[in-house]
């Protein structure tokens, strides 16, 4: 019998032989694991403070916000998620910013989060980010989610991001 609900956030180790242990094995089926991604993002960063992103890969979020009088943000839009091996770079030159910014609105400007994560899973987080979300300025990754079943839980500044999601191949 398949094994239903098992969630894994790492394979079991593999022993010194290179093998798994037969019990192992056959709780690792096609469709029965679920890849977890906790993502912490902190912000947020209004645009003229991007240079004091983080050297460090991630995915991130673009919003609309108005800046308020006693120097906080007042979120009110997701405008984008993309990823980045390094994030302060990526938002010194990004060629996006001026389509951006066609999307804030008087009297607001542009505003950043971010949440740290290993390179090797931004792609999937990126991508589940996005199909979940629809932010109106990302284009790839609205249509289908082409990655096997990804749970996202999200905390800290993540406005606008559902808590917990998960997502399976479409």
Known sequence: DPVENLIVTEMPAVNSLGWLPQQHVNLIRENSIVHN?????LGYWPDE??????NASGVYCVYSCIPMQNNTLNITRLLYIGKAAN???RHQNNEKHGFWQTFVG???KLCYSYALLAQESLPVCEAALIYRHQPPCNE?????FLHSTTRVRTSGANLYLDNEFVLSKT
């Open 106 to 108: 008087a009297g607001q």
């Open 37 to 41: 991604y906790d993502l912490q993002f």
């Open 87 to 89: 994030i302060q770079k």
């Open 140 to 144: 790839a990754c609205k249509e289908s």
């Open 49 to 54: 403070k991007r240079n004091f992103l983080p």
